[in-house]
């Protein structure tokens, strides 16, 4: 076994959407993480319907796998990054429509999750007020989802009110551990913003994992880099995405390197596969833990 690899559209935000996917199938990925915004795939467009539709034509004929991402950053705000969010004090509603949206959206695709998170939770307001709105919210969406069985990929991220992994298990067992609410992993949080080994990070995500973000980092700094660049061992990594048993799509997530889009995609791919080829030539078992 080994993973489905694919690749971020917010890292082509230079690209028309068809055009990036065109690339990405042309070098050789198996999938993409689509992030709703303009002017990709805007899901506040009149014309959403008709868009997903020729989306879908596209994916389907270049055999892309898609999960939806929803971590645009001024698709609710002109001036306020990723807000409103489902914690913050005003502008919820506005949120759970996206994120509902994305969801129809997801089911025409044929998308295999939708991903999204917590927010940051404002100045002065206190954790059960955070733990109440986020709650309400992710049970909502939670609902819509039930319409189409698709899967809600809550990713922890660094700053904001659920951080790590730990918070996002225990959003499950506040909520019941309800069946559509699974995990996003970002391998580069957690070696930004978790205490364990990515192994053992992965090894207790397994059981919910729905959908990977692939990228470097360095610890405390919250900033996406190409392979290479910061702490990530990306063979032990992916050797431990392997070994769980993770049959979703694992995405390259380089927002912020869209100028060279083509090039750090397909060496990014070559990093990938190079990787994967140098663990399973290495003897041993994977660790999973300290």
């Not at 004929?61 to 991402?69: F, I, K, M, S």
């Not at 880099?225 to 769980?244: C, H, K, N, Q, Y």
Request: hydrophobic share 40%; proline share 6%.
């Amino acid at each position: 076994m080994t993973l489905r690899l694919g690749y971020g559209t917010n890292g082509f935000g230079s690209h028309r959407l068809e055009d990036a996917l065109r690339v990405i199938a042309d070098l050789g990925y198996d999938g993409v993480a689509l992030t709703l915004d303009q002017p990709h795939l805007d899901p506040f467009d009149n014309a959403l319907a008709r868009r997903t539709a020729a989306v879908r034509q596209v994916l389907d004929q270049l055999g892309l796998a898609v999960v939806v991402e929803t971590g645009a950053r001024y698709v609710l705000d002109p001036w306020r990054k990723h807000e409103p969010s489902l914690v913050s004090d005003h502008g919820r509603e506005r949120r759970i429509e996206l994120l509902t949206r994305a969801l129809d959206v997801a089911d025409e695709l044929g998308a295999e999750a939708v991903s999204f998170w917590s927010g940051t939770l404002p100045a002065g307001t206190d954790g059960a007020a955070g733990w109440s709105r986020l709650c309400d919210g992710v049970s909502r969406v939670l609902d819509h989802a039930g319409r189409y069985g698709v899967p809600c990929a809550f990713e922890p991220e660094p700053g904001m009110f659920v951080d790590r992994l730990d918070g996002v298990l225990e959003l499950a067992e506040r909520l019941g551990r309800p069946d559509l609410l699974r995990v996003t992993l970002d391998v580069g949080h957690v070696v930004c913003n978790e205490d364990e080994p990515i192994g053992e990070i992965v090894r207790r995500a397994a059981p919910l994992l729905a959908n990977v973000q692939l990228d470097d980092m360095r610890r405390g700094v919250h900033e996406h880099l190409e392979f290479g660049e910061g702490e990530v061992d990306l063979p032990e990594t992916l050797a431990a995405l392997v070994a769980s048993g993770y049959r979703g799509l694992a995405s390259v997530e380089l927002p912020r390197h869209g100028h060279a889009a083509p090039v750090v995609a397909e060496r990014s791919l070559h990093a990938l596969r190079g990787a994967l080829a140098r663990r399973a030539a290495e003897p041993g078992p994977v660790v999973v833990s300290r």
